[in-house]
């Protein structure tokens, strides 16, 4: 079983930054691209970000050149610096991952979508 645990959420005000993090952890996978997804109060989930496992980054329009997606593969975590916070930025925000796992070292591998649990981020002043 793997599991997706982020953090790096809170409260902060108009202009400032934060950075979430998203960890994997379990036995016997292996992880290809990850994301970000937000969702906002009454809104539709939203793609932020993504990177491939070679570090291939996508952004959507409303977040290009404020925030940075990045991963470190040695730690199966996936990170979300975001600067220039607009109160607009307030969501939900989700970790996504396309994980493979497999039940021994014998058996094909199984690729599966996971998500996080969530982290608020609330921009208000």
């Known amino acids: 079983q793997v599991q997706l645990v982020e953090s790096g959420g809170g409260l902060v005000l108009p202009g400032g930054s934060l950075r979430l993090s998203c960890a994997a952890s379990?036995?016997?996978?292996?992880?290809?691209?990850m994301a970000w997804y937000r969702r906002a109060p009454g809104k539709e989930r939203e793609l932020v970000a993504t990177i491939t496992s070679g570090g291939i980054t996508n952004y959507a329009d409303s977040v290009k050149d404020r925030f940075t997606i990045s991963r470190d593969n040695g730690k199966n975590t996936v990170y979300l610096q975001m600067n220039s916070l607009k109160p607009e930025d307030t969501a939900v925000y989700y970790c996504h991952a396309d994980v493979s796992t497999r039940r021994t070292p014998w058996d094909s591998w199984d690729t599966n979508a996971y998500w996080g649990q969530g982290t608020q981020v609330t921009v208000s002043s």
């Open positions: 379990g036995s016997r996978f292996s992880i290809g691209a």
